[in-house]
């Protein structure tokens, strides 16, 4: 509509005349855009993007769409035509505008009750809940072609982060063969880019071939921990593998020159033949522009190797690797060759936007990438990204703004995911760095959880602050959608915290919020993952993990990177000198005979502590490595 309508110069004058025409980022703005896709749903029974809405000059919704053609097409009028319709019946039947907006105000006012009365007296869910949850999981899943449900396919990364957390909790082989054959189906399939690492933002069709080929920082930074969790819980190659490459994309394309990572890379790129934007253009391959690259034997072996057989139009295909190469040396100089010819293309253009929450998401990935992998360049990245989250994002009242670019900040405020995800972030950086002062932040963002986006009574969450501009509607929703939802988000976030300080007020908080997840677990598993993963960190505890000792003793050293690959769901991992006071959990845990040494616990009640890395290994579930 952007390119057909909006730029349409007769189109465009005839809407500035009759309308304020209002077109909104739901990047900047999800709080606008979830209101009134509530609305569309709650008139249409349906919703989608583009999302078209006539509002009041109250901001009452009153007439709807998605897509309006620039001509009439197959029933459906053109968007001139719409023009005119409304404001034919503006000015001639403003009764009944005025009826449908009450109508539609009055429902969603209705709706608003509905995660918000009673939820904090209804249960977290518990090892029965959980366990029904993988059951329904289990229904959907897609035993030939890995995933759940059919085309499109999303990455459905919360979801897996469940199922590896409940195979750590429960031993559940059925949780984890979910797990791996979606991980593998996907980093197999076009959806990947087997060229330069990290993942399109969904395949089109149920084989994961063909992808939709924007990449989203989100998507990505979800899939990097998601893989390195597989890792930690297999020791699989593949997964180490994928998890590297996607670390390796994050910081060569989405990194800013602030030290943040931008939101995302565009679909279209300019097809070097045509000069046109066409979808994919960047990574699409014909047999012959691989001979032209490769040489007749290596691009035969491309052709094979690579599946390119003419998935697109004119003959191109996206990359697959459906099979591990025979010849790995070869497989490396192929790939290497056509990744150094691909830079020759016109590459996608890139949304340098910097949002808080995929930021705070990229941090944890990152952080715990680095220390796991040992990949100390990894962990740098994170930090910087969070210093530029601190330096540009957090407001001298300790509240959050949405975005930045550039370096200089947006106006729009943080809302639920910003506080939640970017907490998550900085409590990955304490658990990797044992600097305190990433613990202290995170507290105060969740401090302004507490105090600006909880529903006191009900424990519910709210997408905006209680002081935030007022839209027609409080909007507030507890399910994912392509990131966790702010309100599982939050819970995770507060439960971890909680882990570390003792507060019975923000573990509290934590286990009122995540009674939703009681009621919409076992019924729609896959809209809920995030909340089902925070679940099970509950069901196990979580385990807390203080290792205390000289930070420049290697034995120091090695227990806390045994701590690190504890696969107990939600585990959660300090490091420090013995009686840091300032980190509660590191508190009155003394060196074991003037050794460092190891705590394990739950509530803060301990096992006995333990020099022994092999030891500790045992006690948390961590593999051979």
Same mark, same amino acid.
């Given at each position: 509509?952007?390119?057909?309508?909006?730029?349409?110069?007769?189109? /465009?004058?005839?809407?500035?005349? *009759?309308?304020?025409?209002?077109?909104? =980022?739901?990047?900047?703005?999800?709080?606008?855009?979830?209101?009134?896709?509530?609305?569309?749903?709650?008139?249409?029974?349906?919703?989608?993007?583009?999302?078209?809405?006539?509002?009041?000059?109250?901001? +009452?919704?009153?007439?709807?769409?998605?897509?309006? $053609?620039?001509?009439?097409?197959?029933?459906?009028?053109?968007?001139?035509?719409?023009?005119?319709?409304?404001?034919?019946?503006?000015?001639?039947?403003?009764?009944?505008?005025?009826?449908?907006?009450?109508?539609?105000?009055?429902?969603?006012?209705?709706?608003?009750?509905?995660?918000?009365?009673?939820?904090?007296?209804?249960?977290? $869910?518990?090892?029965?809940?959980?366990?029904?949850?993988?059951?329904?999981?289990?229904?959907?899943?897609?035993? !030939?072609?890995?995933?759940?449900?059919?085309?499109? !396919?999303?990455?459905?990364?919360?979801?897996?982060?469940?199922?590896?957390? *409940?195979?750590?909790?429960?031993?559940?082989?059925?949780?984890?063969?979910?797990?791996?054959?979606?991980?593998?189906?996907?980093?197999?399939?076009?959806?990947?880019?087997?060229?330069?690492?990290?993942?399109?933002?969904?395949?089109?069709?149920?084989?994961?071939?063909?992808?939709?080929?924007?990449?989203?920082?989100?998507?990505?930074?979800?899939?990097?921990?998601?893989?390195?969790?597989?890792?930690?819980?297999?020791?699989?190659?593949?997964?180490?593998?994928?998890?590297?490459?996607?670390?390796?994309?994050?910081?060569?394309?989405?990194?800013?020159?602030?030290?943040?990572?931008?939101?995302?890379?565009?679909?279209?790129?300019?097809?070097?033949?045509?000069?046109?934007?066409?979808?994919?253009?960047?990574?699409?391959?014909?047999?012959?522009?691989?001979?032209?690259?490769?040489?007749?034997?290596?691009?035969?072996?491309?052709?094979?190797?690579?599946?390119?057989?003419?998935?697109?139009?004119?003959?191109?295909?996206?990359?697959?690797?459906?099979? +591990?190469?025979?010849?790995?040396?070869?497989?490396?100089?192929?790939?290497?060759?056509?990744?150094?010819?691909?830079?020759?293309?016109?590459?996608?253009?890139?949304?340098? !936007?910097?949002?808080?929450?995929?930021?705070?998401?990229?941090?944890?990935?990152? /952080?715990?990438?680095?220390?796991?992998?040992?990949?100390?360049?990894?962990?740098?990245?994170?930090?910087?990204?969070?210093?530029?989250?601190?330096?540009?994002?957090?407001?001298?009242?300790?509240?959050?703004?949405?975005?930045?670019?550039?370096?200089?900040?947006?106006?729009?405020?943080?809302?639920?995911?910003?506080?939640?995800?970017?907490?998550?972030?900085?409590?990955?950086?304490?658990?990797?760095?044992?600097? #305190?002062?990433?613990?202290?932040?995170?507290?105060?963002?969740?401090?302004?959880?507490?105090?600006?986006?909880? =529903?006191?009574?009900?424990?519910?969450?709210?997408?905006?602050?209680?002081?935030?501009?007022?839209?027609?509607?409080?909007?507030?929703?507890?399910?994912?959608?392509?990131? %966790?939802?702010?309100?599982?988000?939050?819970?995770? /976030?507060?439960?971890?915290?909680?882990?570390?300080?003792?507060?019975?007020?923000?573990?509290?908080?934590?286990?009122?919020?995540?009674?939703?997840?009681?009621?919409?677990?076992?019924?729609?598993?896959?809209?809920?993952?995030?909340?089902?993963?925070?679940?099970?960190?509950?069901?196990?505890?979580?385990?807390?993990?203080?290792?205390?000792?000289?930070?420049?003793?290697?034995?120091?050293?090695?227990?806390?990177?045994?701590?690190?690959?504890?696969?107990?769901?939600?585990?959660?991992?300090?490091?420090?000198?013995?009686?840091?006071?300032?980190? $509660?959990?590191?508190?009155?845990? %003394?060196?074991?005979?003037?050794?460092?040494? #190891?705590?394990?616990?739950? *509530?803060?009640?301990?096992?006995?502590?333990?020099?022994?890395?092999?030891?500790?290994?045992?006690?948390?579930?961590?593999?051979?490595?």
């Amino acid at each position: 509509m952007a390119h057909e309508s909006f730029e349409d110069e007769a189109v /465009a004058a005839y809407a500035n005349e *009759h309308f304020v025409a209002v077109k909104v =980022d739901r990047e900047e703005r999800p709080d606008v855009d979830a209101v009134y896709m509530e609305a569309v749903q709650a008139a249409t029974g349906q919703g989608g993007w583009p999302m078209t809405v006539f509002l009041t000059p109250e901001k +009452d919704p009153f007439y709807f769409g998605t897509y309006f $053609p620039p001509e009439p097409r197959h029933g459906m009028p053109a968007f001139r035509q719409v023009l005119e319709g409304v404001i034919a019946a503006w000015r001639d039947r403003r009764d009944e505008v005025g009826e449908v907006a009450a109508r539609i105000r009055a429902e969603l006012a209705e709706r608003a009750l509905v995660y918000g009365a009673g939820t904090g007296a209804v249960a977290p $869910p518990g090892a029965a809940d959980l366990h029904q949850a993988l059951v329904a999981l289990s229904r959907s899943f897609d035993e !030939k072609r890995g995933g759940f449900g059919g085309a499109p !396919k999303f990455p459905p990364s919360m979801t897996i982060e469940f199922l590896l957390r *409940h195979h750590a909790r429960t031993g559940s082989q059925a949780a984890l063969q979910l797990a791996e054959r979606t991980c593998e189906a996907m980093a197999r399939g076009g959806i990947y880019d087997q060229l330069g690492g990290g993942f399109a933002r969904y395949s089109v069709d149920a084989e994961w071939v063909v992808p939709h080929f924007e990449k989203m920082l989100y998507d990505n930074a979800l899939l990097l921990r998601v893989y390195l969790h597989l890792w930690r819980a297999t020791g699989g190659a593949q997964a180490r593998r994928v998890a590297l490459e996607t670390a390796d994309f994050l910081l060569r394309e989405l990194r800013t020159p602030e030290g943040g990572f931008a939101s995302a890379l565009d679909a279209d790129s300019l097809d070097a033949a045509t000069g046109k934007p066409v979808e994919g253009a960047y990574y699409a391959w014909t047999p012959e522009q691989l001979t032209e690259v490769l040489g007749e034997r290596d691009g035969a072996l491309a052709v094979e190797l690579f599946e390119v057989t003419g998935t697109f139009e004119h003959g191109t295909s996206v990359l697959q690797l459906l099979g +591990d190469p025979e010849d790995l040396s070869a497989y490396e100089r192929i790939r290497a060759r056509l990744s150094e010819a691909r830079t020759r293309r016109p590459a996608p253009a890139r949304d340098d !936007k910097v949002v808080a929450a995929w930021n705070g998401l990229a941090i944890a990935a990152l /952080a715990e990438t680095g220390a796991l992998l040992e990949r100390p360049d990894l962990v740098e990245a994170a930090e910087r990204a969070a210093d530029l989250l601190l330096a540009v994002h957090l407001t001298a009242d300790g509240r959050l703004l949405r975005t930045s670019r550039d370096g200089r900040a947006g106006e729009n405020a943080g809302v639920l995911e910003d506080y939640a995800d970017t907490a998550e972030g900085f409590l990955a950086l304490y658990a990797v760095t044992g600097e #305190a002062e990433w613990l202290d932040l995170a507290g105060g963002l969740l401090d302004t959880v507490l105090a600006h986006f909880t =529903d006191e009574a009900s424990g519910a969450l709210y997408d905006t602050a209680d002081d935030a501009e007022e839209l027609i509607r409080r909007p507030q929703d507890p399910t994912d959608n392509a990131t %966790p939802s702010g309100w599982t988000a939050a819970a995770n /976030a507060l439960l971890t915290y909680a882990a570390y300080t003792g507060s019975v007020r923000h573990r509290t908080a934590a286990e009122r919020a995540l009674g939703v997840v009681g009621a919409l677990g076992s019924r729609a598993p896959r809209f809920i993952g995030w909340g089902l993963a925070a679940a099970e960190a509950l069901a196990d505890g979580p385990r807390e993990v203080a290792v205390v000792g000289p930070a420049d003793d290697p034995a120091t050293t090695a227990l806390h990177r045994i701590a690190l690959l504890a696969t107990a769901p939600g585990a959660v991992v300090a490091v420090g000198e013995p009686g840091a006071a300032e980190v $509660p959990l590191l508190a009155d845990r %003394p060196l074991l005979g003037g050794r460092p040494a #190891a705590y394990v616990c739950r *509530h803060f009640t301990c096992d006995a502590p333990t020099a022994d890395p092999q030891v500790l290994a045992e006690s948390l579930g961590v593999r051979e490595r």
